[in-house]
């Protein structure tokens, strides 16, 4: 329930921006690295929006929780979540799942660019957000393992960490020039 919405945007977006003209694909898309590149991208950021989901979650069943002081287990839609340390480890584990997935994306994102564009690293917006987006889950999982960051904190980070993925998916798209220019078009 937490997860499904960004889906349905998600899937509602790609239709209304659907074409009916074909029109044959600009060289640079030309490649099974872009192929390797936005299956692995997208399957990082699908884990990351689970994460941010279960974090959402965790912070209604634990303000649920503070607010009924008297221990009794919550009652409606809340009682129906899991506990909170479930939720906490299912938070942990999405972005365990989708830290490495990221990390292929934009390996073989750079292995596409050299095909593409002859560099493997150019710092064009949509690349320079991609390492920002890695640098803010790397942190999550340095605070966590290292800092033993768990909790509200975590929950946070990643609801954080998603909104960077949002803003270097559709913001960077639409708002900042560079080669990935033909994604906004």
């Given at each position: 329930?937490?997860?499904?919405?960004?889906?349905?945007?998600?899937?509602?977006?790609?239709?209304?921006?659907?074409?009916?003209?074909?029109?044959?694909?600009?060289?640079?898309?030309?490649?099974?690295?872009?192929?390797?590149?936005?299956?692995?991208?997208?399957?990082?950021y699908?884990?990351?929006?689970?994460?941010?989901?279960?974090?959402?979650?965790?912070?209604?069943?634990?303000?649920?929780?503070?607010?009924?002081?008297?221990?009794s287990?919550?009652?409606?839609?809340?009682?129906?979540?899991?506990?909170?340390?479930?939720?906490?480890?299912?938070?942990?584990?999405?972005?365990?799942?989708?830290?490495?997935?990221?990390?292929?994306?934009?390996?073989?994102?750079?292995?596409?660019?050299?095909?593409?564009?002859?560099?493997?690293?150019?710092?064009?917006?949509?690349?320079?957000?991609?390492?920002?987006?890695?640098?803010?889950?790397?942190?999550?999982?340095?605070?966590?393992?290292?800092?033993g960051?768990?909790?509200?904190?975590?929950?946070?980070?990643?609801i954080?960490?998603?909104?960077?993925?949002?803003?270097?998916?559709?913001?960077?798209?639409?708002?900042?020039?560079?080669?990935?220019?033909?994604?906004?078009?």
């Open positions: 329930a937490f997860v499904v919405p960004f889906a349905f945007l998600g899937m509602t977006w790609a239709q209304l921006r659907l074409s009916d003209a074909i029109e044959p694909l600009v060289p640079a898309l030309q490649s099974n690295w872009l192929t390797y590149h936005v299956v692995t991208c997208f399957l990082g699908a884990a990351f929006a689970v994460a941010c989901g279960v974090s959402v979650m965790y912070l209604i069943k634990v303000g649920k929780e503070e607010k009924n002081a008297s221990g287990p919550a009652g409606g839609i809340v009682g129906l979540f899991p506990n909170a340390k479930v939720l906490d480890d299912i938070n942990y584990k999405a972005i365990m799942i989708g830290f490495p997935l990221l990390s292929l994306g934009i390996i073989t994102g750079a292995a596409w660019a050299n095909y593409a564009w002859g560099t493997y690293w150019s710092w064009d917006p949509k690349e320079t957000w991609a390492l920002i987006t890695w640098l803010v889950y790397a942190g999550y999982l340095h605070m966590r393992i290292a800092r960051w768990r909790g509200r904190r975590a929950a946070w980070f990643a954080l960490g998603f909104g960077v993925v949002i803003f270097t998916f559709f913001g960077v798209t639409y708002l900042l020039p560079g080669l990935h220019a033909y994604a906004a078009g």
